[in-house]
């Protein structure tokens, strides 16, 4: 392998967080540096068309650059740029959008506004997932997952991006399995028992849970667990159990038992509040949120006689919190728990004009349109793999007057956006908005309206 040595200057950052430069007219994917930048590089992988380097040494640096806080951040995967100013990460977050709707989408008239930047750029997440792991010395690690490793955990002291309880219950919970002997899942062989901790705090209520990810099996001396566990944290509000037995290796579970508490926690996004169980979706930065939706409700401008599809609805916060200026919302969500959670949050705040079916949007669409369904608007909030191919032929089919595309990832809207306009449809303009501060991923708002 190629290995040499060479002074590189970074001339941009990449989608997926890397720096950028060049090398005798070829692109170079660098792990560090920062625009403005000079560094002392090694080549460590080369491409036909882009060589990869880690950096060494960093011999000019960026006044745009400041001290990241975490003790974590030079190995974690989780942060990408915490050692630079909260202002030049939402410039390269927009520029990203930008570019994606032009590569991508060919969509050189679209106005991209201001990033709407998030208020608490750290403990503004209400949701992290920690993983154990094997480790070579017959011992474990529990936390996250070292920069570009799916397969090496660190042990986590403390992270920035949750409220600092959570790093202390993590701390507690290594504790525990050493002082228990649990067995440690091994992503390798499929055997062991912990898998997971994921720890929700709601932002405005502080409910808190405790979802602990096993392998299947019944949690050993749940009452001990529970007593110490609550003795240590008074300020838990629920502990549930997930069993797990799949590869997959997702901190979801297939078979859950509540230890304490209800098994939900409640969130409150502007009036409303929201149940928010261990499996089912909930924005990530609470707070944020309000902001999400409210920059897609203002391109929106739904009117009182609007008839509205909220597709991949999670728990229904998106069409409860319309429902009171439209006239009626139907919501279409793929994951039971979550269905049913959407149910339970329209009762909740007693909002009656909405209704959510349980299934996959592609088939919701084509059974729509086989009966000559008609919406004046639809809102799609993909996973980040965007629409489905056929999802996107029906949605289009179906010809509603207004789309509000929400997105968390740029590349696929840019993807669907293209069809969607070639389909007949204007995007005058989308609004960024930064849920993830310190992190790659930008989220946006969008509204398609027919031509
Ligand atoms: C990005 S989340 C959006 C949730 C919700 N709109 C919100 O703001 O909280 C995407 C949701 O789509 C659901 N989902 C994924 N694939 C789906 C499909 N094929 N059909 C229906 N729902 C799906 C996921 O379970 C998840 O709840």
């Not at 319309?322 to 994951?335: K, N, P, S």
Request: hydrophobic fraction near 40%.
């Amino acid at each position: 392998m190629d290995k040499r040595r060479l002074e590189i200057e970074i001339t941009d950052l990449a989608f997926n967080g890397r720096a950028v430069g060049h090398v005798e007219g070829k692109v170079v994917f660098l792990d560090g540096g920062l625009p403005g930048e000079k560094v002392l590089a090694e080549i460590i992988n080369s491409r036909p068309r882009y060589d990869e380097a880690t950096v060494l040494d960093i011999i000019r640096k960026s006044d745009r650059r400041v001290a990241a806080p975490c003790s974590h951040f030079d190995y974690c995967g989780g942060c990408t740029w915490q050692d630079l100013t909260y202002q030049d990460q939402l410039g390269f977050k927009k520029k990203q959008v930008v570019d994606c709707l032009e590569r991508i989408g060919g969509l050189e008239d679209t106005r991209v506004l201001d990033v709407f930047g998030s208020v608490e750029v750290f403990r503004y997440r209400n949701k992290m997932e920690f993983s154990f792991n094997v480790a070579g010395d017959g011992g474990f690690t529990l936390g996250l997952h070292r920069r570009g490793r799916f397969d090496e955990i660190f042990d986590l002291d403390k992270c920035h991006l949750t409220p600092d309880i959570a790093s202390h219950i993590v701390g507690w919970v290594r504790d525990y399995v050493k002082r228990t002997n649990l067995s440690v899942y091994d992503v390798s062989n499929h055997c062991g028992y912990m898998r997971f901790v994921m720890i929700r705090q709601a932002k405005r209520t502080a409910d808190l849970m405790v979802n602990l990810v096993t392998n299947y099996g019944d949690f050993p001396e749940p009452d001990k667990l529970v007593r110490s566990m609550t003795a240590a944290f008074p300020g838990i509000s629920t502990i549930v159990h997930n069993q797990n037995g799949r590869k997959a290796n997702i901190a979801t579970g297939e078979i859950e038992k509540v230890l304490i508490g209800c098994g939900y926690i409640e969130e409150r996004l502007f009036e409303s509040v929201f149940r928010i169980r261990a499996n089912s979706f909930f924005q990530t930065n609470s707070i944020q949120t309000e902001t999400l939706y409210r920059a897609g409700f203002d391109l929106l401008e739904a009117r009182p006689d609007n008839r509205v599809l909220d597709l991949y609805c999670g728990t229904g916060s998106i069409g409860i919190l319309l429902a009171g200026y439209v006239d009626e919302v139907t919501g279409v969500e793929l994951v039971a728990d979550a269905v049913q959670t959407a149910r339970e949050n329209a009762h909740l705040n007693k909002v009656r004009n909405v209704n959510f079916v349980e299934g996959d949007v592609k088939d919701f669409l084509r059974d729509s349109v086989k009966a000559d369904k008609s919406y004046d608007t639809v809102i799609v909030d993909p996973p980040r793999a965007g629409l489905h191919p056929k999802a996107l032929k029906r949605l289009v089919r179906l010809n509603p007057q207004k789309i509000l595309y929400i997105s968390c990832n740029p590349s696929t809207f840019a993807r669907d956006a293209k069809e969607i306009v070639t389909a007949g449809y204007v995007l005058p303009q989308v609004r960024p908005v930064d849920m993830f501060p310190h992190t790659m991923h930008i989220e946006l708002a969008s509204v398609f309206k027919r031509k």
